[in-house]
């Protein structure tokens, strides 16, 4: 099947600073990768949808200029939480579309 | 309005029983896809079964079954003998398949599921 991994699968940092995430795809191209976020003890909710060669998809509420995401290649798709607050620590996990595959998922905790 | 809806926050089971955890969903498109995930304390996302809006049988994968009742709109997940890896959250999601490109995953709330010894 599809495998997708991802990177760093988990991260603590301080409040203001960002951080990057990477999610690769490991045995197929996609030219698009769909990101979620899940809070604790919540559901999954998509965030934004990543496109190769164009700008991603934001789903309404997410805010862009604070979750910047890259699709630099077929197989690596990146979310980037710019200025991180505690509010935005949550479980952050990829999936590649039209498969049943996440990726492992990253656990971002900001002091 | 909620596409897929998950009435049991948590549910208990004897080991080696079965269970069955619920979920309706609600679409207008004829063509969709229903899926069961498993996501146990390491929080991956474990896919369990498949259903397609037009399979005329009811999907199984081993332990796994899923109850399709399209005319009440619903996709229950029932896991026979239940073992103690078992525990875990399940969710039910649904991909509407008829409009062009990409679509996304919509889950619901989710099921805790405990089993005991």
């Known amino acids: 099947g599809a495998v997708v991994s991802q990177h760093p699968s988990w991260v603590i940092c301080k409040s203001g600073t960002s951080v990057k995430i990477e999610c690769r795809s490991l045995?197929?191209?996609?030219?698009?990768m769909f990101w979620y976020r899940q809070f604790p003890k919540q559901s999954l909710m998509l965030m934004a949808t990543s496109n190769e060669g164009s700008k991603a998809t934001y789903e309404q509420g997410v805010e862009k200029d604070k979750f910047l995401i890259n699709h630099a290649s077929l197989t690596l798709s990146t979310l980037t939480v710019t200025s991180a607050h505690p509010e935005d620590s949550s479980f952050y996990i990829c999936?590649?579309?039209?498969?049943?595959?996440f990726g492992p998922g990253t656990r971002l905790t900001v002091l | 309005a909620q596409k897929i809806t998950q009435t049991q926050p948590g549910m208990f089971v004897q080991e080696k029983e079965a269970v069955t955890l619920d979920c309706t969903y609600d679409t207008s498109d004829p063509s969709y896809g229903l899926f069961w995930y498993k996501q146990p304390s390491s929080g991956e996302m474990i896919f369990l079964i498949y259903?397609?809006?037009?399979?005329?049988q009811n999907a199984t994968e081993g332990r796994y079954s899923l109850n399709f009742q399209k005319a009440r709109k619903s996709a229950n997940l029932v896991i026979s003998a239940s073992q103690l890896g078992d525990s875990a959250m399940y969710f039910c999601a649904m991909r509407e398949e008829f409009s062009g490109g990409y679509n996304k995953l919509i889950f619901g709330a989710g099921t805790r599921l405990a089993v005991h010894p």
């Open positions: 999936s590649a579309p039209d498969t049943q595959y």
């Open positions: 045995d197929f191209q996609a030219t698009t």
């Open positions: 259903q397609g809006s037009y399979d005329q």
